[in-house]
């Protein structure tokens, strides 16, 4: 008997291993709230700390019946999503010792974050008090939000639809920043004491016996953020990378790359982009930026510098690692002993290129990954190109490939989510960041607290919005035989993103010429070999081609790890990206199931906000404030 085959569509497409989001609904709204919502918040948070004072489960009772708590390691160490009252009482009675946190109390010292009443889904039907909480747990202080909605079942009482907990220091091992900061100077008289110049070419270089409590492989914006968090806790780390030069990474990609997201969006840990910077930052710009960065934030980088070996102790815990540098024209060799390896080579693992019958037979211009890719290679009327894929790179490819006079062509193999840049903006980052938007640590605050369900059934109604207003352009799409999907579930890009780090374009131009019929489009279609000047298709149609770029994406992080640091820690590593059974990242920012190796990666605001996270956890090991076998 056959056995029937589920397809599934490729907007609800996710990485192995992945579980399935859980569909949300919203509780059924009383009236527009007419209470005071500062005396909601402050009531609900009075009994919120009187019953965790005398450890009863009835704080479960403070929670809907449909609630989330997300708590990102105030309770443990580890991040999770709890959903439900009976999950809150579960933790109580797991937490038997000592409740990690030790009160919740309502924080007013920002205007974003006073108790107000406040929409809670897009449409703002679901209204209910808002307001920011500090947290003191037994380990340090952190911040969240809460999110109230009135019972209809329970004679209207405040109750928790939301809460957001995270820690972001640790008593005794603050940051050293604000007034923190280092004086910069010593007092008296200290004959041939070195300067700060002095003292950073030997930190920097590692010598006189110095050794970094943590590496970091790779330099870009994860490796720089959580570099910089380090920094500032106190952690001796430093920066390796294979590339030349600092933002590289960026540098070296095609020749007309800018950030589809707004710069508001993209700050680094500590120090904003200039205000003078360009919304959408140019790649060269962006990679300027990041030597800068490294350089103001006192980092450690040796560019030029490869893994060559390295092998774990699980007595000693820590890493013997042989590093390769290229240094001033010579190359040395420096055996290390880091405590902790942060792999941070990107978002995803090794460039994905199919397995296509007759790559080697090809005889024309170019045929290269798009993570390779910087400009076409010959720029002369009439060559032709095509670009295999359908997503960022694919249409900035292939726009860059029509104004330099090719004839172009994009295969979409599955579908696409599509989203103009203005609209983007306008919908999903202005309310948070944009010029008049709250400070960025309030914005990310609010950006992160939901969890991740409750954020999906927000998307689905800010999706509706934004196809929406992208109306005419999607039809032309469309029309143009290009196809469309709106996310997984409809819940557009941002969970696309989320569940398989692709699958849409942020439309900067590409589009309408797609519409225009300027770049071509084949749709539904596989390669089915590829020729000495062609691509022959799976439906036995040949496409001419002196240039190929396969825009086809990444591995997972596991295959970066395997060729880095060998089948021995890849086999022992947990997969990467997709969500938990509770809807939270897989393995990302977090315990690998391997000690002393962690993978960062995400885009900017990810690296910005995570690399707290990562930086408190790794602490917080150094310090025994928290052994790796914890929950």
């Given at each position: ?10 907007s ?5 291993g992945s ?5 949300v609904?919203y509780?059924?709204?009383l009236?527009?709230?007419?209470s005071?919502?500062d ?8 009994s ?9 489960s009835d ?12 708590d990102?390691?105030?309770l443990?160490?580890d991040?999770?999503?709890f ?10 009675t797991r ?5 990690r946190i030790?009160?919740l ?5 920002s205007?974003v ?5 406040s ?5 703002g039907?679901?209204?209910?008090v ?8 037994d ?10 909605l009135?019972?209809a079942?329970d ?5 928790i639809?939301?809460?957001?907990t ?6 005794g091992h603050?940051?050293?920043t ?6 910069g ?5 200290l004959?041939?004491?070195?300067n700060?110049?002095e ?5 920097e ?7 970094p409590?943590?590496?970091v ?6 490796g ?5 968090r380090l920094n500032q806790?106190?952690?001796r ?11 590289d ?10 950030l589809h997201?707004s710069i508001w ?13 360009p919304i ?7 990679a300027e930026?990041?030597e800068?960065?490294a ?6 980088v040796w560019?030029?510098t490869?893994v ?11 890493w013997?690692?042989?590093?390769e540098?290229?240094?001033?024209g ?5 055996t ?5 390896i942060?792999?941070a080579?990107?978002?995803s ?6 397995r296509i019958?007759?790559v080697?037979?090809f ?5 290269i ?8 290679k010959?720029?002369v009327?009439?060559?032709k ?26 295969i ?7 989203i103009?840049s203005?609209t983007f903006?306008?919908v999903a980052?202005?309310a948070?960041y944009?010029?008049d ?6 914005a990310?605050?609010?950006q992160f607290?939901l969890?991740n ?5 927000f ?10 207003r992208d ?9 143009a035989?290009?196809?469309l999907?709106n996310?997984?579930?409809?819940s557009?890009?941002w969970?696309?993103?989320l569940?398989?780090?692709?699958g ?5 131009g590409?589009s309408q ?9 084949k749709?539904?279609?596989e390669?089915s070999?590829i020729?000495?000047?062609s691509i022959t298709l799976?439906?036995?149609e040949?496409?001419?081609?002196d240039?190929?770029?396969?825009a086809t994406?990444y ?7 395997r060729?880095?640091f060998?089948?021995?820690l ?19 920012w977090r315990r690998t ?11 900017l ?5 995570y690399?707290?996270?990562?930086a408190?956890?790794?602490k917080?090991?150094?310090?025994g404030?928290?052994?790796?076998e914890?929950p």
């Open positions: 008997m056959a056995t029937a085959v589920l397809q599934v569509p490729p609800n497409y996710q990485v192995p579980h399935a989001l859980e569909q609904t509780p059924e709204p009236a527009t709230p007419s005071d919502p005396a909601a918040a402050i009531k609900w948070t009075s919120f700390n009187a019953l965790l004072q005398a450890g009863s704080v479960s009772a403070l929670f809907l019946k449909d609630s989330y708590w997300r990102l390691l105030c443990s160490w991040f999770h999503t959903h439900g009252p009976e999950k809150v009482a579960s933790i109580i937490q038997t010792k000592v409740w030790k009160s109390n309502v924080d007013k010292s205007e974050g006073k108790p107000q009443i929409p809670f889904d897009f449409e039907k679901v209204k209910g808002q307001f920011f909480v500090t947290v003191d747990t380990v340090g202080t952190g911040r969240g939000v809460a999110r109230l009135q019972d079942t004679q209207g009482r405040w109750k639809f939301t809460l957001y995270v820690l972001q220091e640790l008593t603050e940051e050293r604000g007034r923190r900061r280092p004086t100077h010593e007092t008296g008289a004959p041939g004491r070195p700060w110049k003292r950073r070419l030997v930190e270089n590692f010598e006189e016996g110095l050794e409590d943590v590496l492989v790779g330099v870009g914006q994860g720089l953020s959580v570099a910089a806790l106190g952690m780390n430093l920066v390796i990378d294979r590339n030349a030069r600092i933002g990474n960026w540098r070296n990609r095609y020749h007309q790359l800018v997201d969006f993209d700050h680094l840990p500590y120090l904003n982009f200039p205000s003078n910077f959408f930052a140019p790649k060269d710009k962006l930026w990041f800068f960065y350089n103001v934030m006192e980092l450690n560019c030029k490869t060559k070996k390295s092998k774990w102790d699980d007595d000693s815990r820590s013997t690692v042989t590093l540098r290229e240094k001033d010579h190359r040395e060799t420096r290390l002993h880091p405590r902790h942060i792999q080579t990107g978002v693992g090794e460039a994905e290129l199919p019958e007759g080697n037979d005889r024309g211009d170019h045929l990954h798009s993570s390779l890719f910087q400009s076409p010959k720029k009327a009439g060559k190109a095509v670009v295999i894929g359908s997503s960022n790179s694919a249409h900035d490819i292939a726009q860059v490939y029509y104004e330099h006079g090719y004839d172009i062509t994009m979409q193999r599955s579908s696409t989510h599509v103009t203005d903006v306008d980052l202005k948070l944009s010029e938007g709250p400070p960025l640590e309030d990310d605050l609010i607290s969890p369900p409750v954020l999906k059934r998307l689905i109604d800010a999706t509706r919005e934004t196809t929406r109306a005419p352009l999607l039809r032309g799409l469309t029309d035989g290009f196809r999907d996310g997984p579930d409809s557009g890009l969970m696309k993103y569940h398989r780090g692709g849409y374009y942020i439309d900067v590409a010429l797609i519409v225009d019929g300027k770049i071509k489009v749709q539904g279609q390669i070999r020729n000495a000047h799976a439906n036995g040949e496409l001419q081609a240039e190929i770029v396969f994406g591995g997972n992080m596991r295959d970066s790890a060729r880095i060998g089948d021995e890849a086999d022992r590593v947990n997969d990467v990206w997709g969500f938990d059974e509770e809807g939270e990242t897989r393995t990302m199931g391997h000690p002393g190796f962690w993978f960062f990666g995400g885009n605001a990810l690296c910005r906000y690399s707290r996270l990562l408190l956890q790794i917080a090991l150094d310090m404030i928290m052994k790796y914890d």
